[in-house]
């Protein structure tokens, strides 16, 4: 008869024996708040010593990966994305796996070749960053399991993601009260279902706001993918508007900050002109002159609740239809003007 298999540490293991609850041990295995550090030594030293959370299971020996799957013009990113990808390599590193960059150029994405997978180790679950085409993504959900997204969603994958709707309708609501009424929209929405969502909750905000928006003011871009991250991206749009309105809400900081220094390069003054507001809070947000008014999302969080997806996964079957959405904050700085007072 074969010996019984050693039953898999649970949460439930873990707290019992630290002599803490349940949630104590899940907000000190996830990195979030809610403990002392002291203890959070304790329980992931008794998660260590109980062998919880290990991905590697087949006992050949090799370490378990998680595959990030980064698009070619993310390569190089320091603003987003950089964060967000070293909190996850550091969280996979806590959990006692590895997270392995795995880059994806564009022509692998037009022929919808797969990515080489880290030869060598047990592949815990794929993330995917940034913008893949759709076509990309449904490939991936095709021939890789678990998969998870970051930041952009794609229908019927779990996703982990900023606030965007509701950071959208924030952002607008918050220059409607500082007497906006003209507020322009800028953000290619046909490139990231996020940049889309976020022109829903502008739209949102004017409408629950009695403000009627008849896009003169929009920038929206046209099919295909592009960024709206540089002056010379936005100059043939911007050209086209006559008269600018009081204030725009920018869909992502980047975007935000070549605003500023467009309108500066025209001598538009920014707020005292147009007022501008981002989203992200990336750390340039703090460095432009004026400094950004933004919605921050917590990248680190972010890149945090990417890896524990994998692991929820393994304790529970059914996360595998859940996403998690991460709180938004309003951060007010220099780059918005109350005005009609």
Known sequence: MEAAKKKK????????????????????????????DDLRKKISDKAEELGYGKLNHSGDGRDSCIAVLIPEYLHEDIFFYSEVIWEIENEAKNRGCSALRVRVTKEME?????????????????????????????????????????????????????SNFDGGVAAVKALI?????????????????????????????LRESGIENDGRYDVTGSRGFMLFDSE???????AGIKKFPTAWFCAGDRIAIAMIHFLTKMNVKVPDDVSIIGF??????????????????????????AVD???????????????????????????????GV
């Open 9 to 36: 540490a649970t949460m439930s293991d873990i707290a019992k024996d630290v002599g803490v609850s349940k949630n104590s041990v899940s907000l000190a295995l996830r990195g979030l708040n809610g403990v002392s």
């Open 280 to 305: 992200d809070d990336i750390l340039a947000a703090q460095m432009v002159l004026p400094q950004l008014t933004t919605i921050r999302t917590d990248r680190k969080l972010m890149g945090r609740l």
């Open 110 to 162: 037009a022929s919808l070749t797969p990515p080489a997978m880290p030869r060598g180790f047990n592949l815990a679950g794929v993330l995917i960053i940034g913008v893949f085409s759709i076509e990309y993504a449904e490939m991936l959900k095709r021939t890789h399991s678990p998969l998870c997204a970051v930041d952009i969603s794609y229908g019927g994958l779990p996703y982990v993601g900023s």
């Open 177 to 205: 009260e500082r007497g906006h009424r003209e507020i322009g929209f800028i953000g290619p929405i046909y490139s990231a279902t996020s940049v889309y969502e976020r022109w829903c909750g502008f739209n949102t905000a």
């Open 309 to 339: 997806y994998f692991f929820a996964l393994k304790q529970n079957e059914d996360m595998k239809y859940v996403s998690r959405i991460i709180p938004y904050e309003l951060v007010w700085r220099s780059s918005v003007k109350k005005i």
């Open 232 to 238: 010379e991206s936005l100059r043939p749009y911007l």
